[in-house]
């Protein structure tokens, strides 16, 4: 077993992390970002441009996407769910979305109300406007191992989304667990079907802990090949249209786990410690992290 030198964390607490909680004020927010910032992280997911309806949390995307230009040294990037969501992060300023295809219908009906395969049709129209603003576009493919409605994810509709998405122009693909239930065994079964599929693209994946394996099952993601990985400081975050879906894998407790791994990382763990800590005081209530409660060893 050969483990990379170095992994690439994307910071998702403004976006996955804040999704399913009250709406809280943008001053706050900016506040969770020079702290997330001040951890040394090169990839930092701002915001989503989606209905303010349905995700209230996120309805202030463009007036924090008006901040990020304070911080040059960061790569920003923002979701997507639509063409038109599309277009509103471009005009923002951001040069980098994502855009999630679920690959269960009745999860990607819940999410943004069309069928997977509707939804990956618009992976086409996405990437057209993305590349006429120079924009990356990255297709992370959701419940890419169960659904909270459909049960167990065909692995075979995770593979034609991510043939389609490399068919039509993407810069990257990722695999989420959207709910927390895979394992190791089949985080490793899963990226090794997927890889052959898309070439040199490169391919991240999401794991949420809501079942106590998400950092188990990263740690298999990179051990498969895999050098980017989604966290939350805090371990903040779920998905509100997935019931029973909570925690992403902390960004405190991962790099915890990759640094004595002796796997590099750009994120400094006592300054993500204090990012979560910044985090959990402006939701006010208790946060997941293993690291928030025990901090890190102590060093003879």
Same mark, same amino acid.
């Given at each position: 077993? $050969?483990?990379?030198?170095?992994?690439?964390?994307?910071?998702?607490?403004?976006?996955?992390?804040?999704?399913?909680e009250n709406p809280i004020p943008l001053s706050a927010k900016v506040a969770i970002l020079e702290a997330i910032?001040? $951890?040394?992280?090169?990839?930092?997911?701002?915001?989503?441009?989606?209905?303010?309806?349905?995700? %209230?949390?996120?309805?202030?995307?463009?007036?924090?996407?008006?901040?990020?230009?304070?911080?040059?040294?960061?790569?920003?990037?923002?979701?997507?769910?639509?063409?038109?969501?599309?277009?509103?992060?471009?005009?923002?300023?951001?040069?980098?979305?994502?855009?999630?295809?679920?690959?269960?219908?009745?999860?990607?009906?819940?999410?943004?109300?069309?069928?997977?395969?509707?939804?990956?049709?618009?992976?086409?129209?996405?990437?057209?406007?993305?590349?006429?603003?120079?924009?990356?576009?990255?297709?992370?493919?959701?419940?890419?191992?169960?659904?909270?409605?459909?049960?167990?994810?065909?692995?075979?509709?995770?593979?034609?989304?991510?043939?389609?998405?490399?068919?039509?122009?993407?810069?990257?693909?990722?695999?989420?667990? $959207?709910?927390?239930?895979?394992? %190791?065994?089949?985080?490793?079964?899963?990226?090794?079907?997927?890889?052959?599929?898309?070439?040199?693209? %490169?391919?991240?994946?999401?794991?949420?802990?809501?079942?106590?394996?998400?950092?188990?099952?990263?740690?298999?993601?990179?051990?498969?090949?895999?050098?980017?990985?989604?966290?939350?400081?805090?371990?903040?975050?779920?998905?509100?249209?997935?019931?029973?879906?909570?925690?992403?894998?902390? $960004?405190?407790?991962?790099?915890?786990?990759?640094?004595?791994?002796?796997?590099?990382?750009?994120?400094?763990?006592?300054?993500?410690?204090?990012?979560?800590?910044?985090?959990q005081d402006a939701v006010g209530h208790p946060l997941p992290s293993a690291l928030l409660r025990a901090g890190?060893?102590?060093?003879?």
């Amino acid at each position: 077993m $050969t483990l990379p030198d170095k992994v690439d964390i994307r910071e998702v607490c403004l976006r996955d992390g804040l999704q399913i909680e009250n709406p809280i004020p943008l001053s706050a927010k900016v506040a969770i970002l020079e702290a997330i910032v001040a $951890t040394g992280v090169r990839e930092v997911e701002a915001t989503a441009f989606v209905s303010p309806s349905k995700v %209230p949390a996120l309805a202030d995307a463009a007036e924090l996407a008006e901040e990020l230009h304070r911080f040059p040294e960061v790569e920003f990037s923002a979701l997507v769910a639509s063409p038109n969501g599309a277009k509103r992060a471009i005009a923002a300023g951001l040069r980098s979305i994502e855009y999630v295809v679920s690959a269960s219908d009745a999860h990607s009906h819940a999410n943004v109300g069309r069928t997977s395969a509707e939804a990956t049709g618009q992976i086409a129209d996405i990437v057209a406007i993305a590349q006429d603003s120079a924009t990356s576009v990255e297709v992370i493919i959701a419940t890419a191992w169960d659904c909270p409605f459909d049960g167990p994810t065909d692995p075979q509709r995770v593979l034609d989304i991510a043939s389609a998405a490399v068919g039509f122009g993407v810069n990257r693909i990722a695999i989420a667990d $959207t709910i927390g239930t895979t394992t %190791p065994r089949r985080v490793a079964t899963l990226i090794n079907k997927v890889r052959p599929l898309i070439g040199d693209l %490169p391919l991240g994946a999401h794991f949420h802990n809501t079942r106590g394996s998400g950092l188990a099952s990263a740690y298999a993601a990179v051990q498969a090949g895999v050098t980017r990985l989604d966290a939350a400081v805090g371990g903040l975050g779920g998905c509100p249209f997935a019931p029973g879906a909570s925690g992403n894998i902390a $960004t405190e407790d991962l790099v915890y786990m990759l640094r004595d791994s002796d796997i590099a990382v750009d994120v400094e763990l006592a300054a993500a410690i204090d990012a979560a800590h910044v985090a959990q005081d402006a939701v006010g209530h208790p946060l997941p992290s293993a690291l928030l409660r025990a901090g890190d060893r102590i060093l003879s």
